[in-house]
């Protein structure tokens, strides 16, 4: 099992071209949090789309060069998330980090967490679980992967605008994890807890179920105007978050 005394997780970066100011707080983070820590796990939606590791850009290149230098120091490990599902062993090895399936138990400090993007464990969202077990399913992700380029980048981008679409005639509708599925994902374990992103709702919360001992479920907030991150110094644990512009790090 993974095993790290001091820490820091992420998730929901949801990097891209079109928001310089979200790449330039990474590198900061990177080169002012990071370095100084065991390990870096950055638990999916690390970009805001990925329609395969041949279609890399210059701002993926420059992101797998930066993590690649970080992990002589820092371990780096990586999951991937809805909207970055079909990253691969491919780009993960150019960056030199390891590709987490989900969810993984790892040790921090003392303590044992299941760590988890969150979004298989939003089950009350029907639609959504119904599109996650077919565009995830190794056969149609193969089929995806050999698709031509030009369409894969079609496909994204107009799933993008509707998505777009949606929330400018919608209002913004968060679903969050359900309590029955994460109870059972923590059923006869000795995990403290379980860490995940995805719902956009950074916070702590005690879970408590009968004949079970008492277990922690800590969620990481998306990074648009403040940014956040977990850190784990031995037991001590801290969720913290800063503004993307100011980049002053350790505000709890």
């Given at each position: 099992?993974?095993?790290?005394?001091?820490?820091?997780?992420?998730?929901?970066?949801?990097?891209?071209?079109?928001r310089p100011d979200l790449v330039r707080a990474f590198y900061a983070f990177l080169d002012e949090?990071?370095?100084?820590?065991?390990?870096?796990?950055?638990?999916?939606?690390?970009?805001?789309?990925?329609?395969?590791?041949?279609?890399?850009?210059?701002?993926?290149?420059?992101?797998?060069?930066?993590?690649?230098?970080?992990?002589?120091?820092?371990?780096?490990?990586?999951?991937?998330?809805?909207?970055?599902?079909?990253?691969?062993?491919?780009?993960?090895?150019?960056?030199?980090?390891?590709?987490?399936?989900?969810?993984?138990?790892?040790?921090?400090?003392?303590?044992?967490?299941?760590?988890?993007?969150?979004?298989?464990?939003?089950?009350?969202?029907?639609?959504?679980?119904?599109?996650?077990?077919?565009?995830?399913?190794?056969?149609?992700?193969?089929?995806?992967?050999?698709?031509?380029?030009?369409?894969?980048?079609?496909?994204?981008?107009?799933?993008?605008?509707?998505?777009?679409?949606?929330?400018?005639?919608?209002?913004?509708?968060?679903?969050?994890?359900?309590?029955?599925?994460?109870?059972?994902?923590?059923?006869?374990?000795?995990?403290?807890?379980?860490?995940?992103?995805?719902t956009h709702m950074a916070d702590w919360h005690t879970i408590a179920a009968d004949e079970e001992?008492?277990?922690?479920?800590?969620?990481?907030?998306?990074?648009?105007?403040?940014?956040?991150?977990?850190?784990?110094?031995?037991?001590?644990?801290?969720?913290?978050?800063?503004?993307?512009?100011?980049?002053?790090?350790?505000q709890s």
């Amino acid at each position: 099992m993974i095993h790290h005394r001091r820490a820091v997780l992420i998730s929901d970066l949801h990097l891209s071209e079109s928001r310089p100011d979200l790449v330039r707080a990474f590198y900061a983070f990177l080169d002012e949090v990071a370095s100084q820590q065991e390990a870096l796990f950055i638990l999916g939606d690390f970009f805001e789309y990925w329609v395969g590791d041949d279609a890399s850009t210059p701002l993926h290149d420059d992101i797998a060069d930066r993590l690649h230098r970080l992990s002589k120091t820092t371990a780096v490990y990586l999951m991937v998330g809805n909207r970055d599902f079909a990253l691969g062993q491919h780009y993960t090895k150019r960056c030199n980090a390891t590709l987490l399936p989900d969810p993984t138990p790892v040790q921090l400090g003392n303590s044992t967490w299941l760590l988890s993007h969150g979004d298989r464990l939003c089950i009350d969202d029907r639609g959504y679980q119904r599109y996650r077990a077919i565009i995830q399913s190794p056969l149609v992700l193969g089929i995806l992967r050999r698709l031509p380029l030009a369409w894969r980048l079609k496909l994204a981008e107009r799933l993008r605008k509707a998505s777009k679409n949606r929330n400018k005639t919608e209002t913004p509708r968060y679903i969050d994890v359900n309590q029955k599925a994460v109870r059972r994902a923590l059923r006869g374990t000795q995990h403290a807890g379980l860490i995940h992103g995805h719902t956009h709702m950074a916070d702590w919360h005690t879970i408590a179920a009968d004949e079970e001992p008492t277990r922690e479920r800590l969620v990481m907030g998306d990074w648009d105007e403040m940014g956040w991150y977990l850190q784990f110094e031995q037991n001590v644990k801290t969720l913290n978050r800063f503004s993307i512009t100011q980049l002053k790090f350790g505000q709890s």
